[in-house]
């Protein structure tokens, strides 16, 4: 299964631990290996998206103790969604601003040289 014996634990951490049913190195189960790609993913996802949400719900959760949490959850996440979506569009605006302020200066600027 997942757990390992306290015997297992003391093994040099190189040494593959062995199925016993299968006597092959229980390598899905090595706890020196490095993460899988998908692994990585999801521990990222859970890091960076996940765990901050919940960080900002666990006080809300606290002190409203609703009987069914998900609703509130919900209503947050999507709150929070609002927000982030908000400060991305007012960059983009931000962006395209600058872009069009920096077309109408090359203009200008072209206008000037041939009026020379």
């Known amino acids: ?3 390992t014996t306290d015997f297992e634990v003391f ?3 190189n040494e ?3 199925d016993p049913n299968t006597k092959q190195p229980k390598n899905e ?3 020196g290996r490095e993460n899988t790609e998908d692994e990585q993913k999801e521990i990222d996802y859970l890091e960076n998206k996940i ?3 919940l960080c900002e719900m666990m006080p809300l959760l606290i002190e409203k103790r609703p009987v069914n949490p998900v609703p ?3 209503r947050k996440i999507k709150e929070m969604q609002d927000l982030e979506f908000q400060s991305r ?3 983009v605006m931000r962006k ?3 872009e069009l302020d920096e077309a109408e200066r090359e203009i200008l600027m072209e206008m000037r040289e041939k009026d020379q």
Do not use: R
Request: aromatic content about 8%; charged content about 30%.
């Open 1 to 3: 299964g997942l757990y």
């Open 11 to 13: 093994l040099d951490e």
């Open 16 to 18: 593959k631990i062995k």
């Open 29 to 31: 189960m090595f706890i």
């Open 51 to 53: 765990k901050p949400i």
């Open 72 to 74: 509130l959850m919900i």
């Open 89 to 91: 569009k007012k960059l």
């Open 96 to 98: 395209i601003n600058q």
